[in-house]
């Protein structure tokens, strides 16, 4: 519990004694509260941080300067990078703590939306496999359909929750060891937002939105985007919260040459780079004599190069370096000055977990991938890891959690947001097969998915292929059961590839196989890692010698099989693996009894 009182001034040395015994217990009951200027006679000095994509570490630099100097910071406001920095700031973590976080952060990995392949479904893999080129529009009506933002932010929200899982129980942002706002956009009406309750991470994740870069996010109703472009420099904002000296670090990104203007990419970002300016030298207008304006030199540094962090928080050290003669009067003695820590929060209990759920999946369906269970205590991996199986199902755009405090009972709540573009997609892909001494074919494949066709998410695929072997395919997968450990499965389509005859290993005849095939069963699969299948399958068409020796003519077919498959697949990529193994084995018997022509067994 925070204790909050007045300045005391001694009146008299008649009362100077009690005065001395009062803050020896008031200290004594408020070893942990935020350290602020109500607890001492000096002014309110509050930090603020602004936006820009390239030079937000930065603002690392002048912390660590603050901490060394100790020179206390009482209220944080921040915009996008500023609001992230300033909100861990904020959340009670020093500034080494700050840099060891962005330094050793994989910036690479945050930046990608996608699960790790292993929390993936197989599915989700199966599809992948066919259609190799990244990326799925939606197409609804005759109409394409893409996200609102490049990246959409699954693990950059994680990531957020992560380094602010410590005060993850703390909705009111006044009540952080340090007070704190955050600013972001409503894309909507053009307001400005002032973030301060809610989920810490959520409110910096809405802060830093640039606009096509990151998806908008919704919170509390309002569509949220980068701050900067309202309210770049938060400087109004932190007097409105009683700041009698402000720390201003201005890192915003000058307009761009003419020369860079070259294209319709750098032409947006002009544009917003123009709004952001405006709005910053308003806020600067606000400043006092009183106030430090710190603005780092970066102009050489390249836009998003996380590489380069440790340099600018190199040049935010010394650009406050040079103001130490102004920030003298702030610094404190080592008996006055308290450092701000971080809170020591037990996990708690989890009383109940709710869940959001936008889709038409029942909720069933994700329920069997929250392995998390009321009673437990709250273990951040294992949440994660429960997000990321939800995730990995493909068809949401945003899953996320946070905790709630009802009744004084933890409740966990999961929000899984459906895809805005969803949830029928196009795929694409491209095949290229040689041989080396022979010839190779190529073939583009071009793919329509209907998915959500029931509750546990059945999938209706439609796929063309076009080049050197072209062929037309309609599937459907159906799950019947929430965790989807067993479905049914239903294809058929038409071929067109080539059959071919060796001889001492030389190729002496191509045939050109055209026919009908269609197959049906059912399979069983364990929890995205393995699926085996049994089913029917008939095949019947014709073959002609399209070149070579063979006198055989034109052939004609027809096969039925019992097919058995089973495949193993733990790999995290695709094309080149660090970790994992593949597995696929299949065997089929043809046989009179089925209607096949011939009999035989095939693996």
Same mark, same amino acid.
């Given at each position: ?172 942002? #006044?009540?952080?060891?340090?007070? @704190?706002? *955050?600013? =972001?956009?409503? $894309?909507?009406? /053009? +307001? ?107 102009? #050489?540094?390249?836009?998003?190069? @996380?590489? *380069?962090? =440790?340099?600018? $928080?190199?040049? /935010? +050290? ?286």
């Amino acid at each position: 519990m925070t204790l909050s009182f007045k300045k005391i001034r001694a009146i008299s040395t008649h009362f100077l004694s009690k005065t001395v015994l009062f803050w020896g217990l008031f200290l004594s009951l408020s070893v942990n509260a935020p350290s602020s200027a109500e607890n001492l006679d000096r002014p309110t000095i509050g930090l603020v941080l602004a936006r820009s994509e390239e030079r937000g570490a930065a603002h690392i630099g002048v912390l660590k300067y603050l901490e060394d100097h100790r020179i206390p910071v009482d209220l944080v406001t921040g915009t996008s990078i500023g609001a992230i920095i300033g909100g861990l700031y904020a959340s009670g973590l020093s500034a080494r703590e700050i840099e060891s976080l962005m330094l050793e952060m994989d910036w690479e990995q945050a930046l990608i939306d996608d699960v790790p392949r292993q929390d993936r479904s197989m599915q989700r893999k199966f599809r992948e496999d066919q259609f190799s080129i990244p990326g799925t529009p939606g197409y609804q009506g005759g109409a394409l359909k893409i996200p609102s933002g490049a990246i959409q932010g699954q693990n950059v929200i994680l990531a957020l929750q992560d380094m602010t899982q410590h005060v993850a129980h703390i909705t009111d942002f #006044d009540a952080l060891p340090r007070a @704190f706002k *955050a600013v =972001a956009t409503d $894309i909507v009406t /053009g +307001e400005v937002v002032v973030l301060d309750t809610g989920n810490l991470a959520v409110a910096l994740r809405a802060s830093m939105g640039v606009p096509a870069f990151f998806a908008p996010i919704e919170v509390d109703g309002r569509l949220l985007v980068d701050g900067g472009i309202t309210n770049n420099l938060p400087i109004e904002l932190a007097q409105a919260m009683g700041a009698d000296v402000l720390i201003v670090v201005d890192i915003t990104s000058p307009m761009l040459p003419k020369s860079a203007l070259g294209n319709l990419l750098t032409i947006t970002d002009q544009l917003t780079r123009l709004l952001v300016v405006n709005n910053t030298q308003v806020q600067k207008a606000r400043l006092t004599a009183d106030d430090i304006l710190l603005v780092p030199d970066l102009a #050489d540094f390249p836009a998003v190069d @996380f590489s *380069a962090a =440790a340099d600018a $928080i190199k040049v /935010g +050290e010394e650009t406050i370096k040079a103001r130490q003669q102004a920030l003298r009067p702030f610094m404190q003695s080592r008996e006055a000055y308290r450092a701000v820590t971080k809170p020591i929060v037990r996990a708690p209990t989890i009383a109940s977990i709710e869940l959001v759920n936008e889709t038409a999946l029942a909720n069933t369906v994700l329920r069997q991938r929250i392995f998390t269970k009321v009673g437990d205590r709250f273990n951040l991996k294992q949440v994660a890891r429960d997000v990321n199986r939800i995730h990995g199902l493909g068809h949401f755009e945003l899953v996320s959690f946070t905790q709630k405090q009802k009744n004084d009972q933890t409740v966990l709540a999961i929000s899984a947001d459906k895809k805005a573009w969803g949830p029928n997609y196009l795929h694409f892909g491209f095949n290229l097969e040689s041989e080396f001494k022979h010839d190779s074919r190529v073939s583009f494949l071009v793919g329509y998915s209907q998915q959500e066709v029931s509750q546990y998410g059945a999938e209706w695929l439609t796929s063309a292929s076009i080049g050197d072997e072209p062929s037309l395919e309609s599937s459907l997968y159906w799950p019947l059961d929430p965790a989807g450990s067993t479905f049914g499965y239903l294809s058929g389509g038409y071929f067109d590839r080539a059959l071919y005859d060796y001889e001492n290993a030389l190729r002496t005849t191509v045939y050109a196989l055209r026919g009908l095939e269609v197959a049906a069963g059912i399979g069983f699969e364990y929890q995205g890692s393995w699926r085996t299948t049994v089913g029917l399958r008939r095949t019947e068409g014709r073959a002609h010698a399209v070149s070579g020796v063979s006198q055989r003519g034109t052939l004609g077919f027809d096969e039925s099989s019992l097919e058995w498959r089973f495949v193993f697949d733990t790999r995290d990529d695709i094309d080149f693996p660090a970790h994992g193994a593949i597995i696929d084995a299949s065997w089929s018997l043809y046989h009179e009894a089925l209607g096949s022509e011939n009999e035989y067994g095939q693996w």
